[in-house]
Each structure stands twice: as C-alpha cells, then as structure tokens.
C-alpha cells in the first residue's frame, strides 16, 4: 500500500516495537529531570547521532541555583558527549530547524514544540525527559502509532495575512484535541508557496491541537532553504506515495485566511482580529519558537517602521542569527526607535519567566500559549496572534491588524534576505571523563514502590475539563527553579486551582486524582506527572489524557484510567473512598477495570489500555526502576 510521509520516516526509524531517533532534544528545564534519570537509570552513555543539550528557557539568572543547575547540564554535556547551546543561543526549536534538522529524520525531544521540525520533511516527537534520557542512550522510544491526518492547503496566503494566522485559523476549528494521536501531514497545492519558516510557525502550532507531530514535504522549499543556510547536501526530496491514504482528510483554503487571534484561556479560542479591535493589551511580546524567525521578525518591524508603540513592548528573537540578521539588515534599529525593548533571545515570557503582567492585565502576544497563568501571573488575559498584528496593535494600542497602518503588499520581499554566515555558537562535546558538577539544589529523584495488590484510597483533586501542565505545575520563575528538587516543587502543584492540594494529599497517603476531557494539555512537563506521584496519587481517572502526561504518569508508576463511560465522572467528588482490588488480576482479564466508590457504594468502569511494556513499566514503579532492573538483567530497555 502507498504510504504517507509519516509512515515512511517512522518504518525508516521502526525497531522491535519502538523507534529508534537519529537526534535527541533537551532544554535548560526539562534537561534536568532528563539526565538525573541518565543517571539514576545508569545508562551507558550517549548512543544517537547527536544529543543536544540547550539553554533557552530560564536566562534571568534570578536565583544561583540556575546557573547551578546550568553547570550541571553543561557538565552531563562533556561527560556524555552532547551538543550543547550556551544561554542565549536562541530557542532550542529555532536553532535545531535552523541548523540541524535534515528531512527523513526522527528527532525525540523533551518539549511539546519538537514538531517545529517538521518544517523540513522530518519528525520531530515531543515526549517526557524519562523518555529522553533512554533514547539518549541509543534506546528507543515509544509513543502509540499515530493516525496521519492529511491537511490539505489550497490557494496563497494574503499579503495581509500570515502563517500564524493560517495556523490559529486550523486550530480554531480544530480544537485543542482535535489533532490528539494524530500525525499533521500537509499536502496540497498550497505548500509549494510556504517557506520553511512559515512551515515552522504551522508545525508547532500542531502541538495546541494536541498532535503527535506534524510535517511538510521536503521539496523545491526545503532545497532553497537548506542552500540558504549552507547545508544544500542535507537535503533529500521526500513526499507521501501517490496514493497515500490519510485516516482524514482537513482542507484550508489559504486564500481565505484573515488575520486572527485567540482569545484568553486557550489557544482554540480564535476570532477574528476584526471582531477583536476593542481589546486594548498593557503589554505585547513578540517572538518564541511559533514566530521568532527572521522572516517574521523582518515583517513585524516593517509594520513598525517611522512608528512608536504605544504599549510596553518586548521582543525576543528566536536566536542571535536572527537578533544578527536583524542587526545587519536594519530591522533591529527600527524596533529600537519605535521604543520596543530588547529581550535575551529564548523563551523567558512566553511561560512566566520574567515580564509577569500585573493582575488581570490584558496582554497580547506572538506566542503559542494562553492558558490561565501562563504569563507567570494567574488572572491574566493573554490573547495570542501572529508577529504583524503584535506590532501593528502596539502602535495602535488596541487588537489591530497591519493592513489598517500600511498596504501589506509594500511587505513583498522582507524578510527574504539571506542569512549571514553562521555564528559558531555550538560546544560539541565527545564523551571526556569530567566530574558532573551537581549543586545543592539537585535532589535525589523520588522512585516508587511497586504497585499494592489494591489501589485505594480518596480522591486528593476532582478537576474540570482541558486542565493543562501549566495549571499543574505553575509556570513562574520561582517553581521552575525547583525543578531539580521534586519534594519542593510539589508543594506548588495546582497551586491556583487548589493551593490546599499538596498538603492534603501528602496526608491522604496514596490517592486517586479525577480529571475532565484532554487532561494535562499543553507542556511535556513531567513534573506533572513525578509531583503527582510523591504526592501519593497512585492512579489518574480521566475522562481523556493527554498523550505525553499519559506516558510520564506510566514512567513514574501512576496508572491512567480513563472512564468507560465520561457520565460517571459525576458519580466522584472530592473525598470519596475509591477502591481498584486486585489490580493486576483484573487486568489480566483485559483493559476494562471495576473500581469501587466505597463512599457512595457505586461501581464505576474504566479502561486501562497499556502495552506489555508500559505495564511492565508501571509495575515496577516507573521507568527508572524498570529499566535499572532490566540494565541489571542484562536487557535492553
Ligand atoms: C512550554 O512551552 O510549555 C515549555 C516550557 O517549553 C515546555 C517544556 C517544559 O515545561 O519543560 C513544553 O512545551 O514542553
Ligand atoms: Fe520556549 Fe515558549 Fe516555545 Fe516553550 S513554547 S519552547 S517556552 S518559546
């Protein structure tokens, strides 16, 4: 049968019930976890073609432990043999599309935006560090084989409208779950007229809709591109088999795009910028890896050319290329005069680091995601759109789109300019025998015990629909900073949803957490899932959940349930006495499991659907114990 992209690269990468990635990806915050468990898994040593190591996340250096926590990263870096970005490099997703990515590959990245990838024929799979610090090692990683929906592009984007635009117009009608164990596969007659940086802009955003990935074609796009950054023998045509059959097919006329913004909350809320023109933010951001290209960055200046904002605005490119391709072609100038202020190139706002709001402003960003809190400040109202409408309502000081200040045709060829020679801004390391350099603020990793014969015990948090990892596990400087220290960060788990929670599991014991439709969206945070679980949640009954939190809480020994039928989510509050006896028997007998509310004497039906391996996974108490057993059994992961 004719296959789709997708199939081709994921057979080229297949290995005994796994996948085996060319490329690894982790970052200043999720890295930690990562190589603590390298560690605590005593995994041989970096076995993939390149393992990148980049800091890009927390560059304030508001607390020592940062740059603490920093040197040890560096340090498993040298010792093992990565790739590794020093601060202010750039954006991990920016630099690897920019510098790394080659189509045909499979890149697994501890980052829910490592799809961005896929803007050059490649795959790239976001997933949780435990994840990562075993396919480091040469291992394979697992994810459920994905369904590959074909998005069909018809037609040219307007000049007034962008690929930010196009992307929020897909996830508006997509949904934040619509794209859920799904490949994004783009076809079509409109692809042809997509850089590979508006490619980029679509592929991340895939991740709001919850894919498992997404990705163009590798053609005439990729080639010009590639040559552009001097690695023309890294490209290789790559396109579905005539005949490909897709689960689904969505079509989008590009033609039709208008600009567009999503409004406070999530990211599917999106309108029109028209219909927005009263909202009137304190402060706008531009940049993050969804639009911190040179090309997007080049556009949004021009709109702010002879102009000055009228908000607080920030800008924060995607890397020093593209701050130095700024710089030289004069666009950085024109940001300055128009009074926009100069952030380090990295994430920093856009997930609460630094640039906190204050209560319940409005702001407006260029970013990918408006979940409460995400700002850094709980009660704001963060609306989200492409980089020219970032600009043009700074000027204006109300949501506008650019074409109310200039005709968008005068845009036609910025952006384009080629880029400078590269900027030797990598260390590449080959395994050396250094000291890892651990400060006081990494603690031992908390392992589980194996599963009782019974799960049982109360419910510690009954949650609604769409709770993301950003509800878990607040995105602030502050709790971030923990995150090498599980016991301190836990105490801050949902803290503005229910700040009691932490300590009221703890004393419960062990407990079950209740949660809506596509619970933990959003970040592949695994402290999510490891919080949880020092928490004492032994089980996650839910009605869906997101596919990379389902694996963490597999790799940290809690069992994800889902409700066999969703109505039943009301026969739960808060408190009751839940009881799933003689778990493994009943699993045994297939995936549907009987727990009892011993509160209110119900039975309730849920399903259980795990692999052989990840059962084997969640019995020994999560990866770290199961692959140590297996090391030590002389098995490969
Ligand atoms: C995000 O955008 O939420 C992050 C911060 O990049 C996270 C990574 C993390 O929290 O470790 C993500 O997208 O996975
Ligand atoms: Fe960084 Fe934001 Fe992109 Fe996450 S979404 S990688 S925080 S820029």
């Known amino acids: 049968m004719s296959k789709t992209l997708t199939e081709q690269i994921l057979d080229q990468h297949r290995s005994s019930g796994g996948y085996c990635p060319d490329h690894t990806l982790v970052h200043d915050l999720s890295g930690l976890l990562a190589f603590m468990g390298f560690e605590a898994m005593d995994l041989p040593g970096i076995g993939v073609e390149k393992a990148f190591v980049f800091t890009d996340h927390d560059l304030t250096g508001m607390s020592p432990s940062t740059a603490a926590d920093q040197a040890y990263l560096r340090s498993c870096a040298r010792r093992f043999g990565a790739v590794y970005a020093p601060p202010g490099s750039g954006?991990?997703?920016?630099?690897y599309y920019h510098r790394f990515a080659r189509p045909g590959l499979l890149l697994a990245g501890a980052d829910s935006h490592t799809a961005t990838a896929g803007a050059v024929g490649m795959l790239g799979v976001g997933m949780g560090g435990m994840d990562i610090a075993v396919a480091m090692s040469g291992d394979r990683v697992h994810f459920p084989s994905p369904k590959v929906v074909e998005v069909r592009l018809t037609g040219a984007l307007r000049p007034g409208a962008s690929a930010k635009d196009a992307a929020l117009t897909l996830l508006g009608r997509l949904g934040v779950k619509g794209l859920l164990g799904a490949v994004a596969e783009y076809t079509g007659p409109g692809v042809e007229g997509l850089s590979v940086h508006q490619r980029a802009t679509f592929c991340n955003m895939g991740a709001e809709a919850g894919a498992t990935s997404s990705l163009f074609?590798?053609?005439s796009q990729t080639l010009a591109f590639l040559r552009q950054q001097g690695r023309e023998g890294d490209y290789r045509p790559m396109a579905p088999e005539a005949g490909a059959v897709?689960?689904?097919t969505i079509s989008l006329e590009l033609g039709e795009v208008e600009p567009a913004a999503a409004c406070p909350g999530q990211p599917d809320r999106v309108r029109p910028v028209r219909e927005l023109s009263g909202v009137r933010p304190v402060q706008v951001v531009i940049g993050s890896c969804t639009n911190g290209s040179y090309f997007d960055l080049a556009r949004a200046a021009a709109v702010l050319q002879g102009r000055r904002v009228a908000v607080d605005t920030l800008l924060a490119c995607g890397s020093r290329d593209v701050l130095r391709q700024l710089e030289r072609y004069g666009w950085l100038r024109v940001y300055l005069e128009a009074g926009v202020r100069l952030l380090d190139c990295g994430c920093g706002p856009c997930m609460g680091i630094g640039q906190m709001p204050r209560p319940g402003a409005?702001?407006?960003?260029?970013?990918?995601?408006?979940?409460?809190?995400?700002s850094g400040t709980a009660d704001a109202e963060m609306y989200l759109c492409g980089a020219e409408t970032a600009t043009a309502s700074a000027v204006t000081g109300h949501l506008t789109a650019?074409?109310?200040l200039l005709d968008p045709a005068a845009l036609a060829g910025v952006g384009l300019e080629p880029p400078l020679p590269p900027e030797d801004l990598f260390q590449v390391y080959h395994p050396t025998d250094v000291p890892l350099e651990r400060g006081s603020s990494i603690k031992p990793l908390?392992?589980?015990?194996?599963p009782g014969a019974d799960i049982a015990g109360p419910v510690s948090l009954k949650l609604g629909d769409g709770v993301s990892t950003d509800d878990i596990v607040p995105p602030r400087a502050e709790v971030l900073t923990l995150r090498p220290n599980i016991p301190a960060l836990s105490a801050h788990l949902f803290a503005s949803l229910d700040p009691d929670f932490p300590r009221r599991a703890k004393a419960m014991g062990t407990s079950f957490l209740v949660a809506g439709e596509n619970y933990a969206q959003g970040s592949s945070r695994e402290h999510a899932a490891i919080g949880c679980m020092y928490l004492g949640v032994e089980a996650v009954l839910a009605c869906s959940i997101h596919r990379i939190h389902r694996a963490n809480l597999i790799n940290f020994g809690i069992l994800p349930l889902l409700f066999a039928d969703s109505a039943d989510r009301d026969q739960i509050e808060a408190g009751d006495e839940l009881c799933l006896?003689?778990?493994?028997?009943?699993l045994d007998q297939g995936p549907l499991v009987r727990i009892e509310n011993r509160s209110h004497r119900r039975t309730i039906w849920a399903r259980a659907e795990l692999t052989a391996r990840e059962r084997a996974v969640w019995e020994a108490g999560g990866l770290v114990p199961y692959v140590s057993q297996r090391r030590k059994g002389g098995a490969a992961g």
């Open 217 to 219: 074609p590798s053609d």
């Open 362 to 374: 409005v702001v407006l960003r260029s970013t990918n995601r408006n979940y409460p809190g995400r």
């Open 581 to 586: 006896p003689s778990v493994r028997a009943q």
């Open 402 to 404: 650019m074409e109310a």
């Open 91 to 95: 954006i991990c997703h920016s630099l």
């Open 246 to 248: 897709y689960d689904r």
């Open 446 to 450: 908390p392992v589980k015990a194996p």
